[in-house]
């Protein structure tokens, strides 16, 4: 597992963002938005023999399976923000996911980088609904065979979000901000590790929960959090209003990805991602 570089950037005090899937795939939408939207250019790949044996083609360009983005400084050279994005469409099993945040974390000190943001989508049980199962989990996925049906409008009530910070300065920023303090309950797979590992490390990692439907990508949950992540971005305003009229095509997208990438039954392939 290791971060190879593709051209030279400096990165001291960066503002990193985890695009790895996640319920309702909140991160990736988050991490394809921002990419977009600021134009941000691929720096870097992070590859490993434990990655699937495939190329990712848009527009005619072949991509890895994780990519590292990032963009210039905005505002002064002393306080301005620099956006760096980890971002891929796959689902790491378990056995993959500590290598790729510890690999994560040593490169973000080795850069110098300053903090750490990881989306995820929360599943709260409500009355009057079904429990959802299972940890964070690439959704949308289409049954073999099938046509998949046209998934209900998330409801009309106000998404809730939450922060958890994994040093005592990410939690009082959250706090500064007015971001609601996720109290009790469990966060798994890249966003549990990577707060553990700042926890450990002594380095600021903030993970922002919007609730999020787990059964299709849910970008009007990843809106919640490109409001929220403009809040803590001072010199980069993140515009949540176009991702609502983009969300069909990215979630297509994804949708696009995960179904090509899905092995023939009567082919065994090693089962790595999704």
């Not at 990165?11 to 985890?18: C, K, Y």
């Not at 991509?63 to 050279?77: K, W």
């Not at 380095?203 to 490109?226: C, G, H, T, W």
Request: net charge negative; charged share 25%.
């Amino acid at each position: 597992m290791e971060v190879c570089m593709l051209k030279k950037v400096d990165l001291r005090d960066a503002t990193v963002i985890d695009g790895f899937p996640s319920v309702g795939l909140v991160s990736t939408i988050v991490a394809n938005y921002i990419v977009k939207v600021l134009s941000l250019e691929q720096v870097g790949v992070l590859d490993s023999d434990y990655f699937p044996a495939l190329s990712l083609v848009r527009r005619s360009e072949p991509l890895d399976t994780v990519r590292i983005y990032a963009g210039p400084r905005v505002g002064s050279e002393a306080s301005g923000d620099q956006i760096v994005v980890f971002i891929s469409e796959f689902q790491p099993p378990p056995n993959v996911i500590r290598p790729i945040a510890s690999t994560m974390m040593d490169w973000l000190e080795r850069e110098k980088c300053r903090i750490l943001y990881s989306p995820e989508g929360l599943v709260i049980e409500r009355e009057g609904q079904n429990s959802a199962q299972g940890g964070p989990q690439a959704g949308g996925a289409e049954s073999e065979g099938e046509e998949e049906p046209e998934q209900p409008a998330p409801a009309v009530r106000e998404i809730e979000t939450y922060g958890i910070g994994s040093t005592g300065r990410a939690r009082k920023l959250l706090e500064d901000n007015h971001i609601r303090l996720f109290q009790e309950g469990v966060i798994t797979g890249m966003a549990g590790v990577l707060l553990n590992q700042g926890k450990r490390r002594d380095f600021d990692v903030v993970s922002l929960l919007a609730e999020a439907n787990p059964q299709y990508p849910d970008a009007r949950a990843a809106a919640k959090v490109i409001e929220t992540l403009d809040k803590l971005i001072l010199h980069i305003r993140l515009d949540s209003g176009p991702l609502y009229n983009e969300a069909g095509l990215i979630e297509s997208q994804i949708r696009s990805v995960q179904k090509q990438t899905k092995a023939p039954k009567a082919t065994p392939m090693p089962h790595m991602y999704g």
